[in-house]
């Protein structure tokens, strides 16, 4: 979050930019823009709460079970590093655990300062001799990198 500072310095005033991080408590954790959801295919509408604590909001977005597309996240607090996962630099830079990849299902854990984020995408396999329009990798990291802008990260 980005805010305009004014103050008076030598007798003239002054506007500065600052950037604040915003308070967890705060944010909306489900609060993603929609038309970045439908460019994952997912239907603002279809947004399910209720699964994990409020210390850990869940976010949940699908259809019915085992629907394609599903996006499904949640966020807590500062947690412990799992040595047996894989890391991957994501494209924007941040490393983040591999629980699960491929092309169809990807979860990425991204574990920044007091910030856990968990974050699964799924999508249709696509038909034989087609190709996915977008794979569940790019889904996760682009999810990855809203909820970062989101949390002030």
Same mark, same amino acid.
């Given at each position: @979050?980005?805010? $305009?500072?004014?103050?008076?310095? #030598?007798?003239?005033?002054?506007?500065? +930019?600052?950037? $604040?991080?915003? #308070?967890?408590?705060?944010?909306?954790?489900?609060?993603?823009?929609?038309?970045? *959801?439908? $460019? !994952?295919?997912?239907?603002?509408?279809?947004? *399910?709460?209720?699964?994990?604590?409020?210390?850990?909001?869940?976010?949940?977005?699908?259809?019915?079970?085992?629907?394609?597309?599903? !996006?499904?996240?949640? &966020?807590?607090?500062?947690?412990?590093?799992?040595?047996?996962?894989?890391?991957?630099?994501?494209?924007?830079?941040?490393?983040?655990?591999?629980? &699960?990849?491929?092309? &169809?299902?990807?979860?990425?854990?991204?574990? /920044?300062?007091? *910030?856990?984020?968990?974050?699964?995408?799924?999508?249709? /396999?696509?038909?034989?001799?087609?190709?996915?329009?977008? +794979? /569940?990798? $790019?889904? &996760? /990291?682009? +999810?990855?990198?809203?909820? *970062?802008? @989101?949390?002030?990260?």
């Amino acid at each position: @979050m980005v805010s $305009e500072v004014t103050h008076t310095q #030598n007798g003239e005033t002054v506007t500065e +930019t600052v950037n $604040e991080v915003p #308070n967890s408590e705060d944010i909306d954790p489900c609060g993603l823009d929609e038309s970045f *959801l439908r $460019e !994952l295919s997912i239907d603002p509408a279809d947004l *399910l709460r209720g699964r994990g604590s409020s210390a850990s909001p869940t976010c949940t977005w699908e259809k019915g079970p085992y629907s394609e597309p599903t !996006l499904y996240y949640w &966020v807590e607090g500062e947690t412990p590093a799992n040595p047996s996962n894989e890391i991957r630099v994501l494209d924007s830079g941040v490393t983040a655990e591999v629980f &699960v990849e491929s092309d &169809v299902s990807t979860r990425y854990i991204l574990r /920044a300062d007091d *910030l856990t984020l968990n974050v699964s995408y799924s999508v249709d /396999a696509p038909e034989p001799g087609q190709s996915l329009e977008l +794979t /569940a990798q $790019e889904g &996760v /990291a682009a +999810t990855i990198d809203q909820l *970062l802008q @989101m949390y002030g990260r």
